[in-house]
């Protein structure tokens, strides 16, 4: 069994913080990448920003500037920090994390968290 937990969401003023974390535990080999994404009510699940085992990132063009998303390797650990929220940032966001679980797996499989609410409101 794998498990991502999330921790951090809640309710910010817009121009605000907000620190997110997830922990991947439990039968895991290696972590290729891991990630955050987001959803919004009435919308399509979408790539917030993604980082590799080696530190390569990716982010969205919605978030680039604002965001940063950093790991600890030896924590199985993904944050992101979130700076200038604004209202439209709003969602429930999700980590993800793409790994084997053991070294005869050739092809690595996509985990996911169970969410945690984002609120962004004045």
């Known amino acids: 069994q794998v498990q991502l937990v999330e921790s951090g969401g809640g309710l910010v003023q817009p121009g605000g913080s907000l620190r997110l974390s997830c922990a991947a535990s439990?039968?895991?080999?290696?972590?290729?990448?891991m990630g955050w994404y987001r959803q919004a009510p009435g919308k399509q699940r979408e790539l917030v920003a993604i980082?590799?085992?080696?530190?390569?990132?990716n982010y969205a063009d919605s978030v680039k500037g604002r965001f940063i998303i950093s790991r600890d390797n030896a924590k199985n650990a993904v944050y992101l920090q979130m700076n200038s929220l604004k209202p439209e940032d709003t969602a429930v966001y999700y980590c993800?994390?793409?790994?084997?679980?053991?070294?005869?797996?050739?092809?690595?499989?996509?985990?996911w968290g169970q969410g945690t609410q984002v609120t962004v409101s004045s």
């Open positions: 993800n994390a793409v790994l084997t679980r053991d070294s005869a797996t050739l092809v690595p499989i996509p985990y």
């Open positions: 439990g039968s895991i080999f290696s972590i290729y990448a």
């Open positions: 980082i590799t085992s080696g530190g390569a990132t």
